[in-house]
């Protein structure tokens, strides 16, 4: 069992990372300094059909209520978001109790929302069941989704714990793992090469990955956010690099639909592309062709999917949250492991765009 501490500004906190670690998860309730009066957890469809019964037998908590919402993007709505709140209050939580996020990155998005707003914020612990929530479940970003924007309808709110059970991986799809691995590239790309090389040289093939290459790709990855957002929790500065392959990899979400290309699918298309931009405008020295044979064998898409405009796309980055006064502000690497923050001008984005969907390929 890994544990790494996270500090931010207004709260520290654990993550506990390992097999078997959801049998952490009622001491630390217990332990709380301040006792917690009823309990509500949160998940979807998809995850209380695997492992909501193994949550009960292990946490046993009382009084408990469950929330069962929409798999996938669909949770991160302002309806499911209402109904949350709905149950919340039918079920008579008061400031002292806890909601419990159990599943992926969207349910612990949505139920962080919940609970940052409500009674103006209660308190909540993050139970991730993917491999893209070991990036979701730290850090304390939480938010639904709006048509016009990802992520646009949120709050900072830290868990009080973060309990990573890797057992509950063992029933994702090889689809929500591709999701998951393109958010640990990211984090080795925009802070330590020597990780970007290991992961590169020791991961061929996403179904074939064991326990341990996983506990140390997924601790390193979370370390590394924790060292990010302890400097600079609320993104007034570095927090921003942790967005590297989003300002695409958000509007092409956005703009294909919410939940029609996943999260980390976008994101590796988004991160193909900022190094591409990298080299140009920054001198990246770095071969984007072995990277993106590898993001191939892998079974990443490798650029914009068929049928999306680049202009509208365009207009999707103008929205990003990183933008200001409309100009768009992008992620690049001067190296690997040195990110900055760069304004990119429309016309130069343009041209990169139509290059980068004449160089690649994308099954529709
Ligand atoms: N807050 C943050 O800092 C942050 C960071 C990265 C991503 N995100 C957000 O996270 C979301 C993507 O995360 P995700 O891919 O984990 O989302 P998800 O919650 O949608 O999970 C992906 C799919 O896998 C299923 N699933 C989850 N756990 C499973 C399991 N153990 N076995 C089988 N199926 C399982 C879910 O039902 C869903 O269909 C996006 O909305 C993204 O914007 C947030
Ligand atoms: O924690 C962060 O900061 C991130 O940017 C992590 C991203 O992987 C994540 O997708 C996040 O939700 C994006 O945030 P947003 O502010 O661009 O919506
Ligand atoms: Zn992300």
């Not at 309990?39 to 909501?52: N, S």
Request: glycine share 8%; with cysteine.
């Amino acid at each position: 069992m890994q544990q790494v501490n996270i500090h931010t500004s207004t709260k520290t906190y654990p993550v506990f990372i390992g097999n078997g670690a959801i049998q952490q998860l009622r001491d630390i309730i217990h332990e709380a300094e301040d006792n917690y009066t009823s309990f509500m957890v949160i998940t979807d469809g998809t995850v209380a059909k695997h492992h909501l019964d193994a949550f009960h037998e292990h946490t046993a908590l009382e009084p408990m209520f469950e929330k069962i919402v929409p798999s996938g993007e669909k949770a991160k709505t302002f309806d499911v978001y209402e109904d949350c709140l709905t149950s919340a209050l039918e079920n008579k939580l008061d400031r002292k109790s806890l909601i419990i996020s159990f599943g992926g990155g969207a349910v612990g998005d949505l139920a962080g929302f919940v609970a940052s707003t409500y009674m103006r914020g209660i308190r909540f612990i993050q139970v991730p069941t993917t491999i893209l929530a070991h990036d979701s479940a730290v850090g304390g970003k939480v938010a639904i989704n709006h048509p016009l924007g990802k992520n646009m309808i949120g709050a900072f709110h830290q868990p009080e714990a973060v309990v990573y059970d890797l057992d509950f991986l063992q029933t994702l799809p090889e689809h929500e793992v591709r999701s998951g691995f393109a958010e640990v590239i990211k984090h080795s790309l925009i802070s330590d090469e020597k990780f970007y090389y290991w992961l590169k040289e020791e991961i061929l093939s996403l179904d074939k990955m064991n326990d341990s290459q996983m506990l140390k790709f997924l601790t390193k990855g979370i370390q590394i956010k924790g060292s990010v957002i302890s400097e600079d929790e609320r993104e007034t500065g570095i927090r921003a690099y942790l967005n590297f392959g989003h300002t695409l990899g958000h509007a092409i979400e956005a703009e294909a639909g919410y939940g029609k290309v996943t999260h980390g699918e976008a994101v590796a298309i988004g991160i193909l592309f900022a190094l591409q931009l990298s080299t140009q405008l920054l001198g990246l020295d770095f071969n984007i062709e072995v990277f993106k044979n590898w993001l191939k064998s892998l079974g990443y898409e490798t650029t914009i999917p068929a049928g999306l405009s680049n202009e509208q796309l365009l207009e999707r980055m103008k929205q990003d949250k990183k933008a200001v006064n409309g100009s768009i502000r992008f992620v690049l690497l001067e190296k690997v492991g040195v990110p900055a923050l760069i304004e990119v001008e429309e016309k130069v984005l343009l041209m990169n765009m139509k290059k980068f969907v004449e160089e690649g390929e994308f099954d529709d």
